[in-house]
């Protein structure tokens, strides 16, 4: 396998709506990511979405949208993995690259889940023959979680609020942010409305829209494309039981430790060499338990992270760094790409206000479902 690197970037900012239909989003995304390079090198298009069938009544997104960007005739497939979708692209268009069918491909993420409620669409991503007909959601695993590790810790219901906290205060200086002028004190998440107990609306990431892209060529030849490249030193991907109550322990994230070691064995480092990580914040529950999945903290002290400030921008693993799923927003087929690009910011000393003191290693995980597929990859700087 021969190294890869990303050598452009793309994104738009995260709203509420769009009046662009998803075809117009992906194509201008791509054509960020390509910058200078001619659209005749690109030879496939990989793309992430979870829900334009539902929502959209769309199917075969990855053709349309290349043939929208001016790609017809490239190899263009849609990758689906629930909610880590934009990672599962991310990973394709590596493994593409890297064994050599492919010399330059985009990794592409497009989703607009403002056209109606979207919560029963993101349902399918659980079990819909056991867990759908009871009126399972994804809100309501994630708050089963919630309730579950506040019971098994005694725990107070406020205390994974610094949590939004930090990432809405990071999202302030990300001009791609959704929330970008919105900060909250910990009181205020914790008196948020009630969504499904104990989960509050300030737990939650939004409903949103957006796009992102990044464009992959093999690393002996990045810098023939970009001024800033930067290396994808390895991807795992892994799943778990399927419904979390099957799991010896619900609040063990097994596939994402697991995927997480896979990954630093592909890349030769360890956990304490990773010097940010952009996680699967969708609800605050879950970063708190990657955070103990992942040993960054150990059972049933991922909160603590928050609370004493290991997770901002100055503390020892910073996690959000541009605001994550939370306060970006996470427009669920875009959000693992809208990472990637915030991580190569990061690597290549462009991140603005939020940018860390010269970082040489980023992580970024993602989650699809309720923790069942887990995929982790890892971004190095260059010299």
Known sequence: MRRVAIVGTGQVPVQKKYELGLRELG?????????????????AIYLSNMLSDELQAQKHLAALVADEAGLAGVEAIQVRAATAA?????????????????????????????????????????????EVPDGKTLLSQNALLMALYLEKHGLPADVLAPFSVNAHHNAQHNPFA?????????????????????????????????????????????????????????SAATTDRFRIGDRPDPLHLAASAASAHRAFNQAGIARQDVDFFELHDAFSIMACLILEATGFAAPGRGWEMAANGAISLEGSIPIATMGGLKARGHP?????????????AQLTDRAGPNQLDHPHTGMLQSVGGAGTTVLTHLFARLP
């Open 86 to 130: 934009g990672a599962a692209a991310l990973r394709v268009a590596l493994l593409a690259v890297g064994s050599g069918a492919v010399e330059l491909a985009l990794a592409v993420g497009v989703e607009k889940m403002s056209a109606q409620p979207p919560t029963a669409a993101l349902a399918k991503a659980l079990d819909a023959r056991s």
């Open 332 to 344: 669920i087929g875009a959000t693992a790409l809208y990472q990637s690009c915030e991580i190569v």
């Open 178 to 234: 959704m929330f970008r002028d919105r900060q909250y004190t910990a009181e205020q998440v914790a008196a948020s409305r009630l969504i499904y107990p104990p989960l509050r609306l300030l737990d939650c990431s939004p409903v949103s829209d957006g796009a992102a892209a990044v464009l992959l060529a093999p690393l002996e030849d990045a810098h023939k494309y970009s001024n800033n490249p930067v290396e994808i030193i390895a």
């Open 27 to 43: 194509a201008a995304v791509i054509d960020q990511a390509l910058g200078e390079t001619p659209k005749q090198r690109i030879e």
